[in-house]
């Protein structure tokens, strides 16, 4: 018996043995010339993954919230304008967090569950001058998809920088730094980039890195400060040693492995697996009568579900059947619909036979929460999506 549950929750999610394998491995130094080897070939892989390739990235030990400070610190200055495309929670905090460092922040919002239109974009960069457009790719607190191309165009028309916040994104959805004019994306190790949680990870385009040079101001946040990671990137990408901070070893020799896998299987392919995936989740939950958060179908990412209870079916229980049943799903995050729905991650290592047994334990929550459905629908609506 394996003693343990299907880890299906939006973060962090289940990683490839070869993954957790290099976080087991004897610890080298970060002078070591192998750890040297392999973290240039994870920056390089990182443009690759971003599809950037004339992007900076940089990997700092911390969280995607690092990672999103590291975007507002090094590139706001006080008084200095953003507009955030708010899709729930994660976009919020982007707000915040721009304001920490001096921002005035002007937030389009949205029900729970929708997402600003790009008129509504475009309407606000036509009113007034902003240096940064945010948008959340993918909020994890509703499961919701913005258009990041359209967004980015916009922002690329109106002369303002687009962050986007891929953490639930990044190596699932598609996104195209380069083509598609983003300027910053960032994300997390432990989504869709499948290494434990511990990075904060970032590419940032030559547009963003010349707005950050032309700063009049330090930056106000000593360790996230792109002039003390600059040199030590580019001197790991040139197979040189440098030190500003520890890195942590073990996670980097990780991240090195899982871009590895991740090129071996393609990003167009791992696009399209992630979004078959989706479907045939998605397609699992509506026959079983779930309705879903995102107002609609194009509104929902591929990287993760968030199904709404159905009346009647209290939602703690209905996640302790669930992981009776062997798998953890997240309960719900947004605070204006928190007990309405839970959340489902999808993304990274996932496969079809997770998806079977994620939609097989929603069933049996289902029953034991007393919803009355006709058991097996959900499963086989699953396996009719995934033969299409
Ligand atoms: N943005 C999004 C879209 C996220 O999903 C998360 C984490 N769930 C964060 C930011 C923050 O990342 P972390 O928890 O790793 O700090």
Known sequence: MKNRTLLMIPGPIEFEPAVLSAMGAPTTGHLAASFIEAFGQALERMRQMFLCPDG????????????????GANLVEPGDSALV????YF???????????????????????????LNEVEQALAADPYKL??????DTSTGVLADVAGVARLARQYGALCVVDGVCSVAGEELRMTEWGVDVALTASQKA?????????????PRALEVFRARKTPVGNYYADWNNWLPVMQAYEARKPAYFATPPVNLIFALNVSLGLILAE????????????????????????????????????????APRFPSGVNGPDFLAWAAAAGVTLAGGLHPAIRAEYFRIGHMGAVSQGDILATVGAVEAALASCDYNFTPGEGVAAVMKALEA
């Open 266 to 305: 393609g990003v167009e392919a791992r696009f399209a697996r992630h979004a078959r995936l989706s479907r045939a989740c998605k397609a699992g939950l509506a026959a079983l009568g779930l309705g879903q958060v995102p107002l609609s179908p194009k509104l929902a990412a591929n990287t993760m579900s």
């Open 193 to 205: 980039i499948g290494v434990p949680p511990g990075l904060a990870l970032l590419v940032a385009g």
């Open 85 to 88: 495309v708010n899709t729930g």
């Open 133 to 138: 457009v945010i948008v959340t790719h993918v």
């Open 56 to 71: 900076q990235p940089f990997v700092i030990a911390g969280s995607g919230t690092l990672a999103m400070d590291s975007a």
């Open 91 to 117: 976009s919020g905090r982007f707000g915040a967090l721009l304001e920490r460092y001096g921002a005035q922040v002007t937030q389009i919002r949205a029900v729970p569950g929708g997402c600003p239109s």
